[in-house]
């Protein structure tokens, strides 16, 4: 086993977009394999990042190309689910690159190409299909513009777990073939499928050259370093991810509190309200008790039921009842 490794960003980044004759090839051989065109020219815009590694605030890498018709592409490595939703965060990608371009004085239609290119090692879409395009359309699935040149913006995601590892070499296309070699490359000459890559596929020949370059001990050293880097990158994101759980459950156990003390409160003001209701049931009941013993009274005193009827404003047969129970 050697210590380069492709899945690993700056390696990937290293060994594609370092400023050279032969890393330039191999990002033009990559590029015609899975865009499916053929590439005769590219410039890597940010390929500093390779040479000042040390000095980033964020060990992701990306690579920022240029094609010679001026499409630009943006080629990301993603090794693992994040919290975030990842097509909505490329999607923004992809937003971002198409809307840096300097349009003033311009007509729209003068507006290039991008392509955001994502290589993830993790399945995102519940099909087969290895590398897909993503482009702008109606529900329906009709594109928004009838000439497919036409259409600027582009998320070309490559799935690379759904690649048959065991398949044939003989049977896989030349994706199916990169993929493999981005996946295995580690292992060298010890892979039998690499070996024969190596030996008769020139496309492989020109990245195992690449790799090779960093794949002594001083790259071992600096991969290690940068990977160090990544993790402690993926232990502040988990710890962000922690905090931010933390927050939503403590803004949980307040929203409960809340509801708990608004039912409180509630029960509160039923048992208010039936108390008062319970009061003014006893105060109708005392006030026809006064009346009865009244209406008693003055019937015992000599009062007619009619001089009673008009002084308690109550009917002569009401009367009668009160007297006679």
């Known amino acids: 086993m050697r210590s380069a490794n492709l899945l690993n960003d700056f390696a990937f980044k290293y060994v594609f977009g370092e400023d050279c004759k032969e890393a330039n090839d191999a990002l033009k051989s990559l590029l015609t394999v899975f865009l499916e065109r053929k590439v005769n020219h590219v410039v890597v815009k940010n390929s500093e990042m390779v040479k000042d590694y040390t000095k980033m605030k964020s060990p992701r890498l990306d690579l920022l190309v240029e094609f010679d018709d001026q499409t630009t592409v943006d080629l990301e490595m993603q090794l693992r689910q994040t919290k975030d939703n990842l097509l909505n965060r490329f999607n923004y990608y992809l937003a971002r690159l198409h809307g840096s371009q300097d349009m003033e004085g311009k007509s729209y239609s003068q507006l290039k190409e991008t392509i955001v290119m994502v290589f993830f090692n993790l399945i995102i879409a519940d099909d087969d299909d290895i590398c897909s395009l993503y482009t702008m359309r109606k529900y329906s699935g009709i594109p928004l513009v009838k000439d497919e040149k036409e259409d600027r913006m582009k998320l070309m995601t490559i799935e690379m777990p759904k690649v048959d590892l065991n398949k044939p070499l ?140 008009a002084y308690c404003s109550l009917n002569v047969d009401e009367i009668e009842l009160l007297i006679k129970s």
């Open 170 to 309: 003989e049977d896989m296309n030349e994706q199916e073939k990169m993929i493999y070699y981005f996946l295995n490359c580690h292992k060298g000459l010890d892979d039998s499928k690499i070996k024969v890559m190596i030996e008769s596929d020139g496309v492989i020949q020109m990245l195992e050259k690449r790799v090779e370059t960093i794949s002594d001990d001083r790259w071992k050293k600096i991969i290690e370093d940068f990977q160090k880097l990544h993790e402690n990158e993926e232990r502040i994101e988990l710890q962000l991810e922690l905090e931010e759980a933390q927050r939503q459950m403590k803004e949980a156990r307040k929203d409960k509190e809340e509801a708990r003390k608004e039912k409180e409160e509630a029960h509160k003001e039923k048992e208010e309200a039936h108390k008062e209701k319970e009061e003014a049931r006893k105060a109708i009941l005392e006030a026809d008790k006064k009346v009865e013993q009244m209406v008693r009274k003055m019937y015992e005193d000599g009062f007619t039921l009619e001089q009673i009827s």
